[in-house]
Structures are given as structure tokens and as C-alpha cells.
């Protein structure tokens, strides 16, 4: 039921493509279980079984005929293209009729379309609220930072998820800071409910992994650039690059040994197969505001080794979560995976901080403060 005084909220969570799948299902289950009437607003999941729904509903509104396409067709993304403005429509004019408490957006996919359509909820009375995962984007020049700085000041409520990106937003968007509000990214905890999967690899010797959709700013090319000098100190060490590639990798250095490749997307029960495999857990992004990966690592208590960006370095030095390298530094990340590997008295003491910390980002809180903010935006 609803916290004693409150009443219960109809929330419609938007999602189209599924980006944020694993943490739409964490928080719309948290929220049901707070005694709201929760649906999300998404589309096919096109990676093998999504989390299981609990407590709300899913309404598959998007890409009816090119989700089911291939992944990797060359005609997935244009027909998409053209199915979405239709099928944003489509969802516009349901809610507007059901009229739900607060819609709360999680991705954008078309920004300039989209900032207008909200705006036009927001206006007819319909309290919408905007979740910033990526305050500036992590790929792009400044034309692309500037639109999803425009895309945020569309809204009347932000969320973000660390203090670097309410900073972004104050001081680059100029939001008022009554508009922002900090809520952290919970942690995947359904994850560790999972049996293993088919292991992605098979390797003798302590393992290092960096998981998840393998995109040029995840420091790939910087940890295989400092593979040698970690396997030439512990030359029993692996390496295990695994999920959907999003970039090309042709040109990249994974014909060394003890490094594995292994590009296709993880279902759930790998992800839970390597997060139980592997004795570090390796993201040396060049830029992040905060990644689901580290939130599924947390309550397996993996070691992490996290480039020093955005709000890894909150996590770092407010939770005692991982060691810090500075990012693009192949030698300061050879020293310290060598470190790591060599110590597993070092690797222990990191995973009993991981899950520490995993115990503070639980959603029970988490979404009591999203109902904060969903209740700001209602009587605003």
C-alpha cells in the first residue's frame, strides 16, 4: 500500500526501445510495491527473456513490425525511424485519455520531436517527469551535447542519478535546482536470483571482465593497450570483453593471449554467469555519469576497477566502491589490475565494499524518493 497519507499514483513509465530494461523493471517494481498502479510504455525485448514482470504491467506500444526484425538487420533502425513518430502519437493520445498521475520518460529517441510532445503533455495538465541517465552524452560533438541539454530543460522535474550530472544541468542547462533532483541508480538486484547461464568463456586463471554493449567509450581499446603488461606479471591472468557490439572492432588488439571476445549481447543468466566468474570487474570509460553494469556487479560482490569520470568518482569516494584509475591511461591501468590480481586479500576487501554498498542503493528507497518527485511535479 501507499505510504500512511498518500494516495495511490498511476505511473506510466516510458522506455521505447528498452534502453534501460533491467532498471525500468527494478523501479516500476519497487513502485508497485509501494502500492502504485505502475505500466510500462516500451516495446519488444529483442535480447532474449526480459526481467520477469512483478507487480506492473508492460504495454509493448512501440515497433510493432521492425522489433521484430533481426538485431542486426539493416533494415531495423530505418524502419524504426519510421514507426516511432506514429506509435509516440499513438501513446500521446492513450494518455491523454487515461490521463495517469505522472508520465515518467526514461530515454528520448527523437529529441527534438519528443521535447515538443511533452511539453504539450505537460501543458494539457499531465505531470511529466524526465529521467537524465546520461546528463551529457558519451558519444558526439557539442551539437549532440547541446540537444540533450535542451532535452532535459524540456521538463519540468529532472532526475538524475549522481551529483555530477545535477551539476551538468545547473550549470551547463541552466535548470533551476528546484527542478533537479538526485536519486541514485539501484542496484540489478533480481540478477543474483538467476541460475548461471552458458558461460561466454571457458578460463583457467583469475579472470577479468568488462561486461556489457561494448560502445567506443568504454575504454576497450585502453585496457587491451595495458593487456601486456598485466599478463606478462600474472601470465595466467584473462580477459573477457562480452556484450552486443555497438561499434567497430576490427581494428583493436584481441588477438592476445588470454583475451576473449565474446560480442553478443548477454542474457541475464550470463550476465549473472560472469559477474559470478569474475574476480575484477574492469570499466575503463572515458566518460559516464553512471553504468548499470556497476549496479549489477554490486550484490554479486565483484571488485571494481572504474575509470575516474563523472559519477564513478561519487561512488568511489561516498560508497568505498572500487579503485580509480584516470581514464585514457593504459599504464596506470596495467598497475593497478596487476595489483588486484596478485592480492586476493586486496580483491576481498573490495568485494565486501561492493556489497556494502549494494545494501544503500536499495529501491525501496529509491522509490520513495522518485514518488517525491512525482508528487513535486503534481502540485506544481
Not at 516500451?42 to 514482470?53: C, I, K, L
Not at 524504426?80 to 495517469?100: C, N
Not at 576497450?220 to 601470465?235: C, T
Request: charged fraction near 25%.
Amino acid at each position: 500500500m501507499p505510504a500512511p497519507g498518500s494516495q495511490r499514483l498511476s505511473v506510466a513509465l516510458v522506455d521505447p526501445s528498452g534502453y534501460s530494461r533491467p532498471y525500468d523493471h527494478e523501479l516500476a517494481a519497487a513502485l508497485a510495491a509501494r502500492g502504485h498502479d505502475v505500466t510500462l510504455w516500451t516495446s519488444r525485448f529483442a535480447h532474449g527473456e526480459p526481467p520477469p514482470v512483478d507487480g506492473y504491467r508492460v504495454r509493448e506500444a512501440f515497433y510493432g513490425l521492425s522489433g521484430r526484425l533481426p538485431v542486426r538487420s539493416p533494415l531495423r533502425r530505418p524502419a524504426k525511424a519510421v514507426e516511432h513518430p506514429v506509435d509516440l502519437a499513438g501513446m500521446a493520445a492513450r494518455l491523454l485519455r487515461e490521463r495517469p498521475d505522472v508520465v515518467h520518460v526514461q530515454w528520448v529517441v527523437m529529441r527534438p520531436l519528443e521535447r515538443r510532445l511533452y511539453r504539450r503533455l505537460a501543458a494539457a495538465g499531465v505531470p511529466v517527469v524526465f529521467t537524465s541517465h546520461d546528463s551529457l552524452p558519451n558519444t558526439g560533438g557539442a551539437r549532440r551535447a547541446r540537444s540533450f541539454l535542451a532535452t532535459a530543460g524540456a521538463f519540468p522535474h529532472v532526475i538524475v542519478h549522481s551529483r555530477w550530472g545535477r551539476e551538468v544541468l545547473l550549470d551547463r542547462a541552466g535548470l533551476a535546482p528546484e527542478r533537479v533532483h538526485q536519486v541514485p541508480h539501484g542496484v540489478l538486484g533480481y540478477l543474483t536470483a538467476l541460475p548461471d547461464g552458458p558461460p561466454p568463456v571457458d578460463h583457467d586463471g583469475p579472470l577479468v571482465a568488462l561486461p556489457g554493449l561494448l560502445r567506443p567509450y568504454k575504454g576497450i581499446d585502453v585496457l587491451l593497450a595495458a593487456w601486456p603488461q598485466v599478463r606478462a606479471q600474472v601470465p595466467r591472468a584473462g580477459l573477457l570483453v562480452a556484450g552486443r557490439s555497438m561499434m567497430d572492432l576490427s581494428g583493436l588488439r584481441f588477438d592476445q593471449p588470454g583475451v576473449h571476445l565474446h560480442p553478443e549481447y548477454l542474457s541475464n543468466g550470463e550476465m549473472a554467469t560472469v559477474m559470478r566468474r569474475a574476480d575484477v570487474v574492469c570499466l575503463p570509460y572515458s566518460s559516464i555519469d553512471n553504468s548499470g553494469v556497476v549496479f549489477a556487479a554490486l550484490p554479486f560482490g565483484v571488485p571494481l576497477v572504474l575509470s575516474d569520470v563523472g559519477g564513478f568518482r561519487e561512488l568511489h569516494e561516498e560508497h568505498g566502491v572500487g579503485e580509480l584509475v584516470p581514464p585514457g591511461d593504459p599504464e596506470a591501468l596495467a598497475r593497478v589490475l596487476v595489483r588486484l590480481l596478485a592480492r586476493p586479500e586486496r580483491r576481498e576487501e573490495l568485494g565486501a565494499r561492493s556489497r556494502s554498498a549494494a545494501a544503500e542503493f536499495g529501491w525501496e528507497g529509491i522509490a520513495e524518493r522518485t514518488e517525491a518527485v512525482y508528487r513535486a511535479a503534481i502540485d506544481r
